[in-house]
DNA sequence: TGTACATCAGTGAACGCGCGTTCACTGATGTAC
DNA sequence: TGTACATCAGTGAACGCGCGTTCACTGATGTAC
């Protein structure tokens, strides 16, 4: 019987939730190199040879943590985005910004599992990068139609992008379409700048100086808005 | 006889020094959490109970690494900046920037020990602060002397500095004495920026994407400076 | 609808490993008279 | 200068722990006739 089968099936599945579940937890005490399968058995109450049914390996449930973080990350940008008026390109950078910032407080250990340091031993399978790449897909969409539709005016001539620029520039451009080399390279720093400021507050180089931290790193991207041109 | 005391804490101090070299190595190799006071007394030829003469702890080890590494960067950072005439402020923050850039790709896992994910159940003692702030100190300098020099003219305005921003940028003048909240602001973002960028590069955010990674490094650091306001 | 068989989930014991840390000890090095 | 004593470095065994992974197994669930 088909409909049966489907219930095993669909056990399965929320079973192989989970212990997904389970194992976000420990991440989110214990940081990633504490995570054990062990544990995450000894939660399910059940016995860690168990678990292998369910995850071949403690990597492959790893690769499932780190996949469901990038979406985790992802959806949480894509929301924020849609949550402005898709004409209000610096308005939108601003509430990507947010969102990844937020999410970034909310689940500390999954972003460094994201962002920080690889774990030691851990090699990520090429099945990561879709995953990976979502937020970076909105963060395109938002420079491309705020070029295309001529909101970019940023303030200052930067240095001349330097030829060699160009095969990256290219590759970068496949995620916002239609942007010139110049708009590429700041884009990029912009990118790196707010994953750098959260990097920093996340793992203590602000602790002791910067405290008023909302205010600092929203006024921080709004810095960067101008310096990409966009109006805010 | 005093000569021969020293002698004998001539030998600790060696061992002490021999013992982190053992250790940093291992770092490089497996990474922070890899590192074990086992694996260090084996490779040492010694028990592993005799490590604990020299350090009471694993996490002393961790610390004096920790110590050490800021400090080696500080250094690079200090000589590079020390090699460029003291008025042209743009070449010293290139100069700084390929410091921190180049360190990091030479020792990817120190790197992350100090700037990456906090490695767990290891919380930083206050002691290594005055190291942390070395590369810190020099970057400052850099920015205070072009501004006392007149030398940083943005190229736009940025956005109104928020009020309670202030006492943030207080402490951070500390560093940068003379400078106003918004050059403040911009220092910050650009300090940051340099680290998220190297951050991208090492933990393989760029992977598949900006492959000539020196060419868009070195550009990205000089649309910083422009953004910053120095010339280059 | 009922029965024989195949599939799958979960168990518990085991293998082999490495870790941080403690402790009573042996020798060697330094000190005081 | 020589001897009795104190300090220190280093040993090796042990404690207690946790880990990833394998494997032969027991029952339960599903399938085919």
Excluded: K
Aim: glycine content about 8%.
């Amino acid at each position: 019987m088909s409909s049966s089968r489907t219930a095993r099936e669909r056990v399965r599945a929320e079973l192989t939730r989970e212990i997904a579940d389970v194992a976000r937890r420990q991440l989110a005490v214990d940081g990633a190199s504490g995570l054990s399968l062990r544990a995450v058995a000894r939660e399910m109450g059940m016995a860690s040879s168990a678990v292998y049914r369910y995850f071949p390996s403690r990597d492959d449930l790893l690769t499932t943590l780190i996949i469901d973080g990038y979406n985790a990350v992802g959806e949480a940008v894509e929301s924020a985005d849609a949550a402005v008026p898709p004409g209000d390109h610096g308005g939108r950078w601003i509430a990507v910004c947010h969102a990844v910032r937020d999410w970034a407080l909310a689940h500390p250990h999954e972003y460094a599992l994201l962002y920080g340091s690889p774990v030691p031993g851990y090699r990520a399978p090429q099945d990561t990068v879709p995953a990976a790449l979502r937020d970076t897909v909105v963060y395109g969409r938002i420079i491309s139609e705020a070029h295309r539709a001529g909101a970019l005016h940023p303030p200052g001539a930067d240095p001349p992008v330097p030829p060699s620029f160009a095969g990256d520039a290219a590759r970068v451009r496949e995620l916002m379409p239609g942007v010139p080399d110049d708009v590429v390279a700041r884009s990029l720093i912009a990118w790196t700048g707010l994953f750098g400021w959260v990097g920093f507050e996340l793992f203590g180089q602000f602790d002791n100086v910067i405290l008023d931290r909302a205010t600092a790193f929203d006024h921080a991207m709004r810095c960067q808005a101008r310096t990409l041109g966009l109006s805010i």
